[in-house]
């Protein structure tokens, strides 16, 4: 496996940020856009069973987005790794009253890189430092 270079690293960063985006502005065609069309993909909501599949994962975020209960989400200590067409991200997921680590997985895909798996868990708030610190890539 190869690592990636620093523009392919920032790359992922920003998929990242357009998940993101797309999950805090309830923007159900950003987030279909986010996701690869060619591979399978799959999705662990906190508290959900596992999600496998276009269709069951989009009809989740369908239904995440149009509930006007939903969280607003922000992310903190978002870290990219790329290993050749894949890369993942892991990053804390702020909500108002809890805090997730969550796990994003990429793969590139018509020039692009690509949703193929998230899943988020609770977890103890990070550190101060872990909080504060800039998207980075390793």
């Not at 986010?34 to 799959?42: D, F, Y």
């Not at 508290?47 to 239904?63: D, F, I, K, N, P």
């Not at 922000?74 to 804390?92: K, M, N, P």
Request: overall charge negative; charged content about 20%; aromatic content about 10%.
């Amino acid at each position: 496996m190869t690592r990636g270079g620093r523009f392919m690293d920032v790359a992922v960063l920003f998929a990242n940020e357009a998940f993101y985006a797309a999950f805090t502005s309830r923007d159900l065609e950003a987030m279909e856009k986010v996701w690869s069309e060619r591979e399978t993909i799959t999705c662990i909501h906190p508290g959900w069973t596992a999600l496998l599949g276009r269709e069951a994962v989009m009809e989740s975020w369908r239904a995440i987005l149009t509930n006007p209960q939903s969280p607003q989400v922000t992310i903190t200590g978002a870290s990219a790794t790329v290993l050749g067409e894949v890369a993942y991200v892991v990053c804390y997921e702020h909500l108002s009253d809890a805090v997730l680590a969550a796990t994003n997985v990429f793969v590139h895909e018509g020039g692009w890189w690509r949703l193929v798996h998230h899943q988020a868990g609770t977890s103890p708030p990070p550190t101060e430092t872990e909080a504060e610190e800039p998207m980075r890539v390793q």
